[in-house]
């Protein structure tokens, strides 16, 4: 079978691994190059007609100018992959971009280059037509996005210093999600309308070394192991944020029978409905709290070492509406011990909730969605993950993180990992989504 024109392109863009890497050195930048070579060539008009503002190494600002500059959308995406895990086992090569069962396979295709694609495609195919926007629209693809690097933000400071306020900022994050909640049979189009903040601290516990024939009671890697339960036994209070509590009242009239009332009462029902999701899992329970995460463990270099210094990495998510500053508070509490330290490494707050309710902006994408997706709900939902959008918060308050693909579990599931993919129909309606959106603003 030939693939569709859109769909050869982001094959070829599937081709070519540009794996970001926070390590300078160990980015292939010439697959960079080559990439923003390739696009020149798939998208000519694009290139011709739009102006083009080269952002960091490898990032792209375009302005594709249209009838009034007064609410300029940016629409976004990333150039920049993860890398692939060596053990894991692809059906098909990470690079080959194969097209097979229905699915284009690779590294990429839902993070995020079908997201660059299809915004640049729908743009073409209106070039072709001499389209003018209603609105300036801004396509914004950064080159670091998976290293939380700074081309999204070096392009805000762009934007600013040209006065650009966007009204709307659209990037990747949600998705036409199928079999996402169990017993809703459409599928849910969720608008990430904010994110969870990710920082990061190194946990320090401190005493005297030594030999190991002599240890000493309540030494630097018992303190730290003390620690590390008491937070475990301290979790976060659990409180519902709007955005989801809206999701599930749009949900329950799709729900089955006996959940419905609960699920279309969540404001009046939000403790109880809170309650539900820490019982039900780890993944459910991240909906509802700010979560914490001990991840890397060092003392000793040697095992008849007594180590003086035990460390430990503590990665936390922090829910809108918290800080990292409460973060920290809550986890001096719960560790009570004030021969252990907590230095913050990387500071990320979570990002500012934005406007869905009665929102013009919102409706507009409910609108695209109903009219591509047909059967599909739309509502707003809070990101787990972290987006280049964040840093947009600062010059708008219509920062949406949605990407127009259907996906099942499993696809969601390949995100960062293997086997990722995208069904070759759902790819042309994202088109259609992003065209139909551009063609809609007023
Ligand atoms: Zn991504």
């Given at each position: 079978?030939?693939?569709?024109?859109?769909?050869?392109?982001?094959?070829?863009?599937?081709?070519?691994?540009?794996?970001?890497?926070?390590?300078?050195?160990?980015?292939?930048?010439?697959?960079?190059?080559?990439?923003?070579?390739?696009?020149?060539?798939?998208?000519?008009?694009?290139?011709?007609?739009?102006?083009?503002?080269?952002?960091?190494?490898?990032?792209?600002?375009?302005?594709?100018?249209?009838?009034?500059?007064?609410?300029?959308?940016?629409?976004?995406?990333?150039?920049?992959v993860v890398p692939v895990?060596?053990?894991?086992?692809?059906?098909?090569?990470?690079?080959?971009?194969?097209?097979?069962?229905?699915?284009?396979?690779?590294?990429?295709?839902?993070?995020?280059?079908?997201?660059?694609?299809?915004?640049?495609?729908?743009?073409?195919l209106l070039l072709e037509?001499?389209?003018?926007?209603?609105?300036?629209?801004?396509?914004?693809?950064?080159?670091?996005?998976?290293?939380?690097?700074?081309?999204?933000?070096?392009?805000?400071?762009?934007?600013?210093?040209?006065?650009?306020?966007?009204?709307?900022?659209?990037?990747?994050?949600?998705?036409?999600?199928?079999?996402?909640?169990?017993?809703?049979?459409?599928?849910?189009?969720?608008?990430?309308?904010?994110?969870?903040?990710?920082?990061?601290?190194?946990?320090?516990?401190?005493?005297?070394?030594?030999?190991?024939?002599?240890?000493?009671?309540?030494?630097?890697?018992?303190?730290?192991?003390?620690?590390?339960?008491?937070?475990?036994?301290?979790?976060?209070?659990?409180?519902?944020?709007?955005?989801?509590?809206?999701?599930?009242?749009?949900?329950?009239?799709?729900?089955?029978?006996?959940?419905?009332?609960?699920?279309?009462?969540?404001?009046?029902?939000?403790?109880?409905?809170?309650?539900?999701?820490?019982?039900?899992?780890?993944?459910?329970?991240?909906?509802?709290?700010?979560?914490?995460?001990?991840?890397?463990?060092?003392?000793?270099?040697?095992?008849?070492?007594?180590?003086?210094?035990?460390?430990?990495?503590?990665?936390?998510?922090?829910?809108?509406?918290?800080?990292?500053?409460?973060?920290?508070?809550h986890l001096e509490k719960?560790?009570?011990?004030?021969?252990?330290?907590?230095?913050?490494?990387?500071?990320?707050?979570?990002?500012?909730?934005?406007?869905?309710?009665?929102?013009?902006?919102?409706?507009?994408?409910?609108?695209?969605?109903?009219?591509?997706?047909?059967?599909?709900?739309?509502?707003?939902?809070?990101?787990?993950?972290?987006?280049?959008?964040?840093?947009?918060?600062?010059?708008?308050?219509?920062?949406?993180?949605?990407?127009?693909?259907?996906?099942?579990?499993?696809?969601?599931?390949?995100?960062?990992?293997?086997?990722?993919?995208?069904?070759?129909?759902?790819?042309?309606?994202?088109?259609?989504?992003?065209?139909?959106?551009?063609?809609?603003?007023?």
């Amino acid at each position: 079978m030939t693939p569709s024109r859109a769909l050869a392109k982001l094959q070829r863009l599937v081709q070519i691994p540009t794996i970001s890497s926070s390590d300078a050195a160990l980015i292939d930048t010439a697959a960079f190059d080559r990439l923003l070579e390739a696009m020149v060539e798939l998208f000519p008009l694009l290139h011709a007609r739009l102006e083009l503002t080269r952002v960091g190494a490898h990032g792209l600002l375009f302005r594709w100018a249209g009838a009034s500059a007064e609410r300029p959308v940016v629409l976004m995406a990333h150039l920049d992959v993860v890398p692939v895990d060596a053990d894991s086992s692809w059906t098909h090569p990470p690079f080959d971009g194969v097209i097979a069962d229905g699915y284009l396979w690779g590294r990429g295709p839902l993070d995020d280059k079908g997201c660059v694609v299809g915004i640049c495609e729908a743009v073409e195919l209106l070039l072709e037509r001499d389209f003018v926007p209603a609105q300036d629209v801004w396509l914004s693809f950064g080159a670091d996005e998976e290293v939380f690097g700074t081309d999204a933000s070096d392009a805000v400071a762009i934007l600013t210093e040209r006065g650009v306020r966007p009204w709307m900022v659209l990037d990747e994050g949600g998705a036409v999600a199928h079999d996402a909640f169990p017993g809703v049979t459409r599928p849910v189009a969720v608008v990430g309308v904010a994110e969870k903040g990710s920082s990061s601290f190194e946990m320090r516990a401190e005493g005297r070394g030594g030999h190991a024939s002599m240890p000493a009671r309540m030494g630097p890697t018992a303190r730290l192991a003390r620690a590390i339960l008491r937070i475990e036994r301290s979790p976060f209070p659990a409180k519902l944020p709007a955005p989801a509590i809206e999701l599930f009242s749009r949900l329950a009239p799709h729900a089955p029978g006996p959940l419905r009332p609960l699920m279309a009462n969540g404001a009046k029902l939000a403790p109880l409905l809170t309650r539900a999701l820490v019982l039900a899992g780890a993944e459910p329970a991240a909906l509802a709290r700010t979560t914490v995460a001990v991840t890397t463990l060092s003392g000793s270099p040697a095992i008849n070492v007594i180590a003086s210094t035990a460390k430990a990495g503590v990665n936390v998510r922090i829910m809108p509406g918290e800080s990292v500053a409460s973060t920290r508070r809550h986890l001096e509490k719960a560790i009570s011990d004030e021969h252990v330290h907590l230095d913050l490494l990387e500071s990320g707050e979570p990002s500012p909730v934005s406007l869905y309710e009665d929102e013009p902006a919102f409706n507009l994408l409910e609108e695209c969605v109903a009219e591509v997706f047909g059967d599909a709900v739309t509502s707003p939902y809070v990101l787990m993950g972290a987006t280049d959008s964040r840093h947009f918060t600062a010059i708008c308050e219509r920062v949406y993180r949605f990407a127009p693909f259907r996906m099942s579990k499993a696809q969601r599931e390949s995100i960062h990992s293997y086997d990722e993919r995208i069904g070759t129909d759902d790819f042309e309606e994202g088109v259609r989504w992003y065209g139909r959106l551009i063609e809609r603003l007023t």
